[in-house]
């Protein structure tokens, strides 16, 4: 039986997302929940940018969530039966801080040949208006707007990309508020965006990339996890990682991300020679440090 009852599906045709959708329990997500800050009470420190991407390859708790039934069952009901998990990304924001998450379509620099790629938002904690959940463009889906890279220091965006404000309609914008458990779907060319958080409590979602298993990557070869049916695109395949030990996953995590670099620091058409320049050399930096940690994963595995 399909998570998504036909309305539902119209909906998201039509206006580019559904919200709310009960996914979990309230214990499931409180269990998930405590998962998550265990690892970070243990390390000592909030999840980094590098944790947060593809984070079902470090930890059970994210894998799980990431083959959950009902989930998988939604996102079949938009995209058909062969599902890749193209990556995930956990947005923790602290209470009372800056972060955000400038106006943006992800269309824009993903890269990924496809008719949609759907994301489902997870919630791990209440997220509401005043704590800053994600807000969208109903119907903005069906043509795209340009975007500029700002480097925003709260952005929370790897770069503070942002539709100007001339291209936006505030006064269309609408929230999609999510109790803990429950997950919103939207499609990856709704406009769509957060404010900073101002509630007592960090406002945690995992945001994972669901595309159709026939999809093509452009530009360099990048790597997505089959999740259901069968692999039918030209997308390298990873390796589920839940049930090894640290060294593995933290080396396959490390892979995967690698390919994603070569295209996520890749300048566009417009961009001039300064920026080509910083991206350039954000990007053999970045990789760089990847051959050094997974070099450090091996050898402590």
């Excluded at 890269?111 to 969208?136: C, F, Q």
């Amino acid at each position: 039986m399909s998570t998504l009852n036909p309305a539902q599906v119209e909906q998201y045709k039509a206006q580019g997302f559904i919200c709310p959708v009960d996914i979990l329990s309230p214990e499931e997500a409180r269990v998930s929940r405590a998962q998550l800050e265990a690892m970070e009470e243990l390390q000592g420190k909030p999840m980094d940018r590098i944790q947060c991407n593809k984070t079902y390859l470090l930890y059970d708790w994210a894998d799980e969530l990431v083959h959950h039934p009902k989930v998988l069952d939604a996102v079949e009901a938009l995209i058909g039966p062969d599902i890749l998990c193209y990556m995930t990304n956990l947005f923790t924001k602290e209470a009372g801080t800056g972060s955000y998450v400038s106006m943006h379509q992800d269309a824009a620099y993903w890269g990924v040949d496809a008719d949609d790629v759907v994301t489902a938002w997870i919630a791990l904690s209440p997220a509401t208006a005043e704590s800053g959940v994600m807000k969208v463009e109903p119907g903005s889906h069906t043509r795209e707007r340009s975007q500029v890279n700002t480097y925003a220091k709260d952005n929370l965006l790897t770069r503070g990309q942002a539709i100007p404000d001339a291209e936006l309609e505030p006064e269309k914008q609408v929230y999609m508020e999510l109790e803990p458990g429950q997950m919103s779907l939207h499609h990856f060319m709704l406009v769509h965006g957060s404010d900073p958080n101002q509630s007592d409590d960090r406002r945690i979602g995992l945001a994972v990339r669901y595309v159709a298993a026939t999809a093509k990557k452009i530009g360099k070869p990048e790597s997505a996890l089959l999740v259901r049916g069968e692999n039918k695109g030209n997308f390298l395949m990873e390796t589920r990682t839940k049930g090894l030990g640290k060294g593995a996953r933290t080396v396959e995590h490390i892979r995967a991300l690698r390919r994603q670099l070569h295209n996520i620091f890749e300048p566009n058409e417009q961009a001039d020679w300064k920026e080509r320049l910083r991206l350039r050399i954000t990007k053999t930096a970045a990789i760089g440090l990847s051959y050094i940690k997974e070099f450090s994963a091996k050898l402590a595995s």
